[in-house]
């Protein structure tokens, strides 16, 4: 069900009603989300949110360009969190049954803080040809190239933090460099699942 708080609340508080779905015995455990697809109808959500009318018009904007974004650069997601998207991997443009969207590994936080097992994800964010919903999917991954836990990476938080740009750099480079079956679950299972979506009125 959905709620509004209007738009001197945090973003996150207001959303219409929309369809979740959840996964029973997901494969990977310890992660911070919960594996979820969840659909919006956009006309509704832009009705009540500033943010998500902007969210969507940028979703369409990336749509109509097909540019590949910057790796540290911030992309259309929804939900909203109290945190910001630090990264992006292994992005990519995908169509499902009468839509399309854009498919990444991504990690939000509140500061400079190593991407890491329990924190990464794979993400859809995308919208039905007619524009009028609005696909946002979350998926955990994990990777041999990530620290299960970013704690382990820190031993002086200061030196981390001047060190930040180059060590996401090199990060991001690792993780494009993996094939999707080097990731678990496999990126290809949840692309297959993307693409056979189809979203009726």
């Known amino acids: 069900p959905?709620?509004?708080?209007?738009d001197s609340a945090m973003p996150g508080d207001t959303f219409p009603s929309y369809t979740e779905f959840t996964f029973n015995n997901y494969p990977l455990t310890g992660?911070?989300?919960?594996?979820?697809i969840r659909i919006y109808p956009v006309a509704e959500y832009e009705e009540i949110s500033q943010a998500a009318a902007d969210t969507f018009e940028?979703?369409?904007i990336a749509l109509r360009n097909k540019s590949v974004p910057e790796h540290n650069g911030c992309l259309p997601f929804v939900p909203f969190w109290n945190a910001a998207m630090i990264?992006?991997?292994q992005y990519n443009y995908l169509t499902f049954q009468?839509?399309?969207?854009?498919r990444y590994l991504t990690m939000f936080a509140q500061a400079s803080y190593p991407p890491d097992n329990r924190n990464?994800?794979?993400?859809f964010q995308g919208m039905t040809y007619d524009g009028k919903y609005y696909v946002s999917a979350i998926f955990p991954v994990s990777s041999s190239e990530l620290p299960d836990n970013g704690d382990s990476v820190i031993t002086d938080y200061m030196a981390f933090e001047q060190n930040w740009p180059n060590y996401l750099h090199e990060t991001v480079q690792k993780l494009n460099n993996l094939g999707p079956g080097e990731f678990y679950p496999s990126l290809t299972i949840f692309d297959e699942i993307i693409t056979s979506v189809t979203i009726n009125p």
């Open 98 to 102: 009468n839509g399309e969207g854009m």
């Open 31 to 36: 992660s911070m989300h919960e594996p979820a």
């Open 2 to 6: 959905g709620q509004s708080y209007g």
């Open 87 to 89: 990264f992006n991997a």
């Open 120 to 123: 990464v994800f794979y993400t």
């Open 58 to 60: 940028e979703m369409r």
